[in-house]
């Protein structure tokens, strides 16, 4: 298998703009994670789904921030409007928890956000 | 809210010596993992400790679970400069990851 792939790996845009990320898991996975890392606040975790349906999306910062799951082998995290603070480097996770299963959680490569 | 505190958050050591990473969580859970990064790299699965009393080893770490005192430690034999990384732990089912432990291993 590939591993989760997540695209752009860098991004570079201007305040304001939308920004979009795309994360495709592991075939056969049932949840998949949205984390950012920044330095001061290290690794936050933004939004889960399970079987494509988001089950804890507390994290997500503000309304700027949206997250979908339209089929099992695709998602994106959404930024409408960008802003400087929100520069980071983006990961997405999935795994496959069940009886019987660690549900260990495989990352992907990261979107490193920089926005001016 | 699950709360992960790791300590040290900085550890400098060297080459040949043994320490141990410590990990605490606040809430009761049957399931840890511990995660290492690399320098702009991706997060890469290390242990799962699934149980009470739980142990776990690969090279020159070696990893344990006391979930009655909500502990995890990551220990280290004779520490190499390879294992200079950061190292998280994570608890539950949703991942709560812990601050991470920067290691830097000094010839």
């Known amino acids: 298998d590939a591993g989760v792939i997540q695209s752009p790996r860098h991004e570079v845009t201007e305040m304001g703009q939308e920004v979009t990320l795309r994360c495709k898991p592991i075939s056969g996975h049932d949840y998949l994670f949205w984390y950012r890392q920044t330095m001061m606040r290290g690794l936050e975790l933004l939004i889960y789904f399970n079987n494509n349906v988001p089950i804890d999306d507390s994290g997500m910062p503000e309304d700027r921030f949206s997250a979908k799951m339209p089929n099992a082998s695709f998602s994106t995290l959404k930024i409408q409007p960008s802003e400087p603070r929100d520069s980071a480097v983006y990961f997405c996770a999935s795994s496959f928890i069940s009886k019987g299963n660690t549900g260990e959680l495989f990352f992907g490569e990261g979107s490193r956000l920089t926005v001016l | 809210e699950l709360k992960v505190e790791q300590n040290p958050l900085f550890l400098s050591m060297q080459e040949g010596k043994n320490y141990t990473i410590y990990c605490n969580y606040s809430t009761t859970s049957d399931r840890l993992y511990w995660y290492r990064q690399d320098p702009g790299k991706s997060l890469e699965s290390l242990f799962v400790?699934?149980?009470?009393?739980a142990v776990k080893q690969e090279g020159r770490l070696m990893a344990s679970l006391d979930t009655k005192a909500r502990l995890s430690t990551l220990h280290i034999t004779a520490a190499v400069h390879d294992l200079s990384a950061t190292y998280f732990c994570?608890?539950?089912?949703?991942?709560?990851f812990g601050e991470g432990t920067q290691l830097t291993v000094n010839p």
């Open positions: 400790l699934l149980s009470n009393g």
């Open positions: 994570a608890v539950g089912i949703r991942l709560t």
